[in-house]
């Protein structure tokens, strides 16, 4: 059994065919091995975020910020999805309303199977052009060369939300409208700290969505929701899913 029971009401919301959102946040990929901005051996770790992660230290260095995010790029090739990331596509592939809203930008949840996503903060695997504004797909690992051109001739650039910046207006307007119309809302693996992102959830509770989250540790958000589950969402997603009869396999 998972490690706190599943309500009944949250059985039947699982089975049921009412809308449902997602929001993940990096605990989700942490179980892949992908450490969080906040955990201690990551890329992160010893590095100034202001030093490579905002538009003026990309002005001022692309080649330092290009090196750093090579890396979290080869770092994400690396990896695979996990039993989380699985779930969530399983319950997308019920059929039901549905959209998985992330933060995370290693592309885990796509190589799982999901479709119906927002990606909040962007993408390693899309660049953009700071001259013309064109974005591309591109997953070489390594890049070669860096700093990356367009073919207009301009600096490519991550395409990923950094400090400072706003969100992507489409991508959040689409989780808004998500969390207004959701029955349900899964709050998998994320902080709930980082906002406007951190918002959704909670525009979903004030809508009537009956709000659970899963995480180890307690969040602000802890408080808000109908139920927590304290531990691993690799495995609390799929215990939860078998309880409600909802198989795996039905992921692509």
Do not use: K
């Not at 969080?36 to 990551?42: I, L, N, S, V």
């Not at 009956?210 to 304290?230: D, H, K, M, Q």
């Amino acid at each position: 059994m998972p490690s706190t029971v599943p309500s009944a009401r949250l059985l039947a919301l699982l089975r049921g065919h009412e809308p449902a959102l997602v929001f993940t946040g990096a605990g989700v990929s942490r179980e892949s091995g992908i450490p969080t901005f906040r955990d201690a051996g990551g890329l992160w770790e010893g590095v100034d975020p202001m030093e490579v992660a905002t538009p003026e230290a990309f002005d001022e260095d692309p080649g330092r910020v290009w090196r750093f995010y090579d890396a979290r790029r080869r770092q994400a090739a690396a990896i695979r999805p996990n039993a989380a990331h699985r779930a969530i596509a399983a319950i997308e592939a019920t059929g039901r309303p549905f959209l998985l809203a992330t933060q995370n930008v290693d592309g885990l949840h796509e190589l799982a199977g999901s479709r119906a996503m927002v990606r909040l903060h962007g993408s390693l695997w899309q660049l953009r052009c700071t001259s013309c504004g064109r974005r591309s797909d591109d997953r070489r690992v390594p890049l070669d060369p860096l700093p990356p051109r367009c073919a207009c001739g301009g600096l490519l650039r991550p395409d990923v939300v950094w400090f400072g910046e706003a969100l992507p207006m489409v991508a959040f307007g689409r989780a808004e409208r998500a969390a207004r119309n959701a029955a349900l809302c899964l709050v998998v693996g994320t902080s709930s700290l980082v906002e406007p992102a951190a918002g959704i959830p909670r525009i979903a509770r004030a809508s009537g969505a009956y709000v659970v989250e899963i995480n180890p540790e307690a969040t602000p958000l802890s408080p808000l929701a109908g139920e927590r589950f304290a531990g691993a969402a690799g495995v609390i997603l799929p215990e939860l899913l078998a309880a409600a009869g909802i198989p795996m396999e039905s992921a692509a």
